[in-house]
C-alpha cells in the first residue's frame, strides 16, 4: 500500500514536471530550473538572491525564468537584455507586483515607487521632477546636508580622540547610519529627532521602530503572496501588516498636522518636502494616502542606502590604500587647507567622482532592480514574456559582466576616467539607479550626498585597517536582503589629516 502510494505520488511529480516543461517550449519562455508543484522555486533561492541569479545565468543563459508559486519571474543579467527591458519595451514593462506588505505601505500603490504605470504614476512623477527633486529646492536644502556630514565628522574626531581609542578601530555603520537617517527625516518631515544630547526623542523612536517593523515584514517571502488560494495560512502577518499600517498612518498624520498648523500661524512655506506636497496637495490633486505614500517612499528609499553604499566604498578605499591615497592627493590640491569642503566643490573632484561610479558598478545598494510587471507581452531576448510576468534586472552582474568589463572584480576608479560611462539610466552596463520610466527621481540628491560624505571622510581622515588585520582579510560579503549591507560591519582606525579647529560641528538649526 505504501509503495503503491509512493508511485502515484512520483507518477504525479513526473507528470508536473513533463507537463511545466511542455508548456515552458510550447509558450517559448526563457529558460531555468524545474519548478516543484505549488511552491515552484521558492525554496531553490539561495538567501544572497544576486549572488544565486548570477550563478544560474552561467547554467540557463544571461536571461532565465523561475517560479514563485504559479508566479512566472524572468531575470536578465547583462547590459544588453537590460536595455529591452528598460529601454526597448519600457512602457510595456513599467508596471509593479506587489505583494501585501507593499500594498499596504504604498496604500494600494497611491505612491509613485510602488504605482503601476498609468495616469497616477505620470501625474506623480511630474510633481517629483518639476516640484521635488529639483535644482533649486535641493540647493535650498543643501545647508542641512552640510550641517549633518560635518556633525559625522566632529562625532569621529571626538570618539577618537578620547584617551584611550587614539589608535583604536570605530565601527562605521553608527556614523554613516545617523548621518543618513538625520539627512533624510529633516529633508523629509523637516525635523530632526534628536536632542541637543545627541539622544533620539520620543518621536524619533517611534520612527525607527515603524522603520524597522516595516523591514522585518516586508523582507518577508510569504507563499501565500504568490498562491493566493494559501493566504488564509497567513493571518498572523495580516494581523501584523493592519498594526504597521496604523502605525504609519498616524505617526505621519501627526507631523502633517504639525506642519499644517505651522503654516497657518507664520504663513511660510518651508521647503522641506512634508510643506511642499501639503501646498501642492489641492494644485495636484493629490489624495492624503498618496502624501504619506510618497513620503515614506522618501524614508526607505534614501536610509538605508545611502549609508550602505558610502560603507561599502570606505571598505574599498581602506583596501586599496593607493585608491585612498590617490583621492586624497585629489582633495588636498582643490580644496584649501584651512577649508572646510561644501558640495559646490563636488563638481571640481573628478577622480572622487569615478571612485563612487566603481563603487556602484561593484556594489549597487539595490542589487536587483525593484521588480517590473508585464503589462502586455513582450520578447526579450528572443523569448516570450506573457503578460502579468514579474521581471528583474540583476544590477549587480551588469556591473561584473566581464564581457563588457575589464577587471571586472578589480577596484579601479581610473576606467570611469579613461571612459566617461554615465551612470543615470543612459549606460546600461551602470544602472544604480535604474533606468527609463522607473529611474530613481532622487539620482542627484543621493550622488551629491554620496560625494559629499566621502569627501569629508578622506579630506578629515586617513583611513586604516584595524591593528593585526590585513587588507585582504576584510570581509567583502554582502547580507541577504533587498539592500546590500555589508555581512560584517567595517572597522576601520581614523588618523586625523587637519588641524583641529576644522573638526568643529556646525550649529544645527532644523
Given at each position: 500500500m505504501a509503495l503503491s502510494f509512493a508511485l502515484l505520488a512520483l507518477s504525479i511529480l513526473l507528470i508536473f514536471i513533463a507537463y511545466n516543461l511542455f508548456l515552458r517550449l510550447k509558450a517559448k519562455l526563457p529558460p531555468g530550473p524545474r519548478p516543484w508543484p505549488i511552491i515552484g522555486n521558492l525554496y531553490d533561492i539561495k538567501p544572497i538572491r544576486f549572488r544565486c541569479f548570477a550563478e544560474w545565468s552561467e547554467i540557463y543563459g544571461p536571461i532565465f525564468s523561475f517560479y514563485l508559486g504559479s508566479q512566472l519571474n524572468v531575470v536578465v543579467n547583462n547590459a544588453q537584455l537590460a536595455k529591452e527591458v528598460l529601454k526597448d519595451n519600457d512602457q510595456n514593462l513599467a508596471n509593479r507586483f506587489r505583494t501585501k506588505p507593499l500594498t499596504n505601505v504604498s496604500r494600494n500603490g497611491s505612491d509613485l515607487i510602488w504605482a503601476d504605470y498609468g495616469h497616477h504614476y505620470v501625474k506623480v512623477r511630474k510633481l517629483c521632477n518639476l516640484e521635488l527633486f529639483t535644482l533649486k529646492r535641493i540647493e535650498a536644502l543643501r545647508p542641512i546636508r552640510e550641517e549633518e556630514v560635518t556633525s559625522m565628522i566632529h562625532d569621529i574626531f571626538r570618539d577618537s580622540s578620547k584617551p584611550g581609542n587614539v589608535g583604536k578601530s570605530l565601527i562605521m555603520r553608527g556614523y554613516l547610519g545617523l548621518v543618513s537617517f538625520n539627512n533624510i527625516t529633516r529633508l523629509t518631515f523637516g525635523k530632526r529627532f534628536m536632542n541637543s544630547e545627541g539622544k533620539v526623542d520620543e518621536q524619533g523612536q517611534e520612527l525607527k521602530q515603524i522603520v524597522s517593523n516595516g523591514m522585518k515584514i516586508g523582507g518577508k517571502?510569504?507563499?501565500?503572496?504568490?498562491?493566493?488560494?494559501?493566504?488564509?495560512?497567513?493571518?498572523?502577518?495580516?494581523?501584523?501588516?493592519?498594526?504597521?499600517?496604523?502605525?504609519?498612518?498616524?505617526?505621519?498624520?501627526?507631523?502633517?498636522?504639525?506642519?499644517?498648523?505651522?503654516?497657518?500661524?507664520?504663513?511660510?512655506?518651508?521647503?522641506?518636502?512634508?510643506?511642499?506636497?501639503?501646498?501642492?496637495?489641492?494644485?495636484?490633486?493629490?489624495?492624503?494616502?498618496?502624501?504619506?505614500?510618497?513620503?515614506?517612499?522618501?524614508?526607505?528609499?534614501?536610509?538605508?542606502?545611502?549609508?550602505?553604499?558610502?560603507?561599502?566604498?570606505?571598505?574599498?578605499?581602506?583596501?586599496?590604500?593607493?585608491?585612498?591615497?590617490?583621492?586624497?592627493?585629489?582633495?588636498?590640491?582643490?580644496?584649501?587647507?584651512?577649508?572646510?569642503?561644501?558640495?559646490?566643490?563636488?563638481?571640481?573632484?573628478?577622480?572622487?567622482?569615478?571612485?563612487?561610479?566603481?563603487?556602484?558598478?561593484?556594489?549597487?545598494?539595490?542589487?536587483?532592480?525593484?521588480?517590473?510587471?508585464?503589462?502586455?507581452?513582450?520578447?526579450?531576448?528572443?523569448?516570450?514574456?506573457?503578460?502579468?510576468?514579474?521581471?528583474?534586472?540583476?544590477?549587480?552582474?551588469?556591473?561584473?559582466?566581464?564581457?563588457?568589463?575589464?577587471?571586472?572584480?578589480?577596484?579601479?576608479?581610473?576606467?570611469?576616467?579613461?571612459?566617461?560611462?554615465?551612470?543615470?539610466?543612459?549606460?546600461?552596463?551602470?544602472?544604480?539607479?535604474?533606468?527609463?520610466?522607473?529611474?530613481?527621481?532622487?539620482t542627484n540628491l543621493a550622488i551629491n550626498m554620496v560625494t559629499s560624505m566621502l569627501a569629508h571622510l578622506l579630506h578629515h581622515f586617513k583611513w586604516s585597517p584595524p591593528f593585526g588585520v590585513e587588507t585582504q582579510d576584510i570581509d567583502m560579503l554582502e547580507s541577504p536582503g533587498t539592500v546590500t549591507y555589508m555581512r560584517t560591519p567595517l572597522q576601520v582606525v581614523p588618523t586625523p589629516r587637519l588641524p583641529e579647529h576644522l573638526y568643529e560641528r556646525i550649529p544645527i538649526f532644523v
Open positions: 517571502l510569504n507563499l501565500g503572496d504568490f498562491v493566493p488560494w494559501l493566504s488564509c495560512f497567513f493571518k498572523d502577518d495580516n494581523e501584523a501588516l493592519k498594526a504597521q499600517d496604523s502605525h504609519v498612518d498616524r505617526f505621519t498624520r501627526v507631523i502633517m498636522a504639525e506642519h499644517t498648523l505651522a503654516r497657518k500661524k507664520t504663513g511660510e512655506t518651508k521647503q522641506h518636502f512634508v510643506d511642499a506636497l501639503l501646498t501642492l496637495q489641492k494644485e495636484y490633486e493629490l489624495s492624503d494616502d498618496t502624501i504619506i505614500g510618497l513620503l515614506w517612499d522618501m524614508i526607505t528609499a534614501g536610509m538605508d542606502t545611502i549609508a550602505i553604499t558610502v560603507e561599502w566604498a570606505m571598505a574599498e578605499l581602506v583596501k586599496n590604500p593607493r585608491v585612498q591615497q590617490k583621492a586624497q592627493e585629489e582633495l588636498d590640491r582643490i580644496i584649501v587647507s584651512d577649508h572646510v569642503i561644501t558640495e559646490s566643490d563636488m563638481s571640481k573632484l573628478s577622480y572622487l567622482q569615478s571612485v563612487v561610479k566603481e563603487s556602484l558598478r561593484l556594489h549597487p545598494p539595490t542589487p536587483i532592480m525593484l521588480p517590473h510587471m508585464a503589462g502586455a507581452t513582450v520578447k526579450i531576448g528572443g523569448y516570450n514574456i506573457p503578460t502579468d510576468s514579474i521581471v528583474h534586472v540583476n544590477v549587480w552582474a551588469l556591473g561584473r559582466d566581464p564581457k563588457v568589463w575589464k577587471d571586472p572584480l578589480h577596484f579601479r576608479p581610473e576606467r570611469f576616467i579613461e571612459e566617461d560611462v554615465d551612470m543615470k539610466g543612459h549606460d546600461f552596463r551602470l544602472l544604480p539607479f535604474g533606468a527609463g520610466r522607473r529611474i530613481c527621481p532622487g
